[in-house]
C-alpha cells in the first residue's frame, strides 16, 4: 500500500543536526511553521538494502511548474493528493529533473563537502542562516505525539515528516511503500535571490520503470532513463503561439541515434496523461514537428510534456514554467 499520510511540510529552518553511522543515520532538520507548531524532517543519508550509497541530485536553479501549486510559506503541513496536478512530486511521471544526473554519495565521511551529510548541510545551513528562506518537506507525516518528546531537538509534542525521498520501485519489505505520486523532496526558497533549491533523493535498488497505479518495480525494467542517451527526445515546444484561440501547439522530437526509429503505437502524454498517438519512422538525425489538437494540452501556466515507446515506458520528459510559456509565439527549448 502507498504511504499512509503523503504531503508537504511549509516552515522556516531553526536548526539541524547530523547524524553518524552509529545511528539510523538520517540528517535531521528542525522546522516551525507561522503558528509555532515545531517539526522535525529525518532525511535518510544511507540505505539499508545494497548499494547502501544513496542517490542525489541538487539543483541550484530548480524551475518547475510545480513550485506555483505550494501552499503558503510557513503554512505548515499540507495532506497532498497522490495524482497529477495535486502539487504531488513523482520522479518518474513529474519529470522533475534527469535521473541520470543523479550521482551516488557516502553517508558522512571525514573531511569536508565529500559526502550527503556535507550536501545537505550546505543547503540547509543557507536557510537556517536566513530568516526569509521558505523550506518545503515532501514526505510522509508522523504525529502530533502529545505525551512524546521529540527525541532530537527535544520539543513537545513529537512531530514531524520522513521518507524524504523516491518512494516506489521498492524492492523486498520496501514494496510495500509504493505508490505514485508520492515522492519526497526538499525545496527551498530564497526570497532575496529570487532562487529555488531542490534536493531529490533515490535509492540505488529501486528502479525507474514502475507500475503508473501501483508505483512497483515493473519485470525486465532497465536502468535509470535520462543523460541524453534517449534514441528520442523532446527537443522544443511551441506551447503559446501567437494569434487568437484555439492556438495550434507543435512539438519538436529529435533522433538522436544513429538508425531510423518506428514510431507505431508511441503517444506523447501531458502532465494529465492525456495522450496524442504518433506513427511512421523517425529518420537517424531527423526532427519531427509534430501538431497538437485538443487530445493533449500545453497550458500557459506552466506544465509537463513526456514522450512514451509502444510499451507505455517513459522515453523522455520535460517541464516549462509560467514564465517561459508566457512568451508569446515563443518556441521553448530544452536541454
Known sequence: MPLRSYGVLAGRAIDRRREGAANTPHYQIHLVDDAGTAYRAAVNVLSQQAPSELLYLADDDFRHPVLDQLPAAGSGWTALTSAAGSGA?????????????????????????????????????????????????????????????????????????????????????????????????????????????????????????????????????????????????????????????????RVILLNASPAPIGLDGWRLADGQRRTLALSGTLDAGATLSVALDERIVLGNRGGTLSLLDAAGLKVHGVGYTAAQAAREGWTITFP
Not at 533523493?201 to 541524453?228: E, I, K, M, Y
Open 89 to 249: 512530486l513523482d520522479f518518474v511521471r513529474g519529470n522533475l529533473f534527469d535521473p541520470a544526473a543523479m550521482r551516488p554519495l557516502p553517508p558522512d565521511l571525514p573531511g569536508d563537502d565529500n559526502d550527503l551529510a556535507d550536501l545537505l548541510d550546505h543547503y540547509v545551513r543557507r536557510a537556517v542562516n536566513d530568516e526569509s528562506a521558505a523550506v518545503y518537506v515532501f514526505g510522509e507525516r508522523w504525529g502530533p505525539e502529545a505525551a512524546t518528546r521529540d527525541k532530537v531537538f527535544g520539543f513537545l509534542p513529537g512531530n514531524g515528516v520522513h521518507d524524504v525521498h523516491m518512494n516506489q520501485g521498492n524492492s523486498g519489505r520496501f514494496q510495500a511503500d509504493d505508490g505514485v505520486w508520492q515522492d519526497g523532496a526538499l525545496l527551498i526558497h530564497l526570497p532575496d535571490q529570487a532562487r529555488w533549491i531542490g534536493v531529490f533523493l533515490a535509492f540505488q535498488s529501486q528502479s525507474w520503470r514502475t507500475d503508473d497505479v501501483t508505483g512497483h518495480a515493473l519485470d525486465g525494467a532497465p536502468p535509470r532513463p535520462g543523460g541524453g542517451e534517449e534514441p528520442v527526445r523532446i527537443l522544443a515546444a511551441l506551447v503559446n503561439p501567437a494569434g487568437p484561440a484555439p492556438e495550434r501547439e
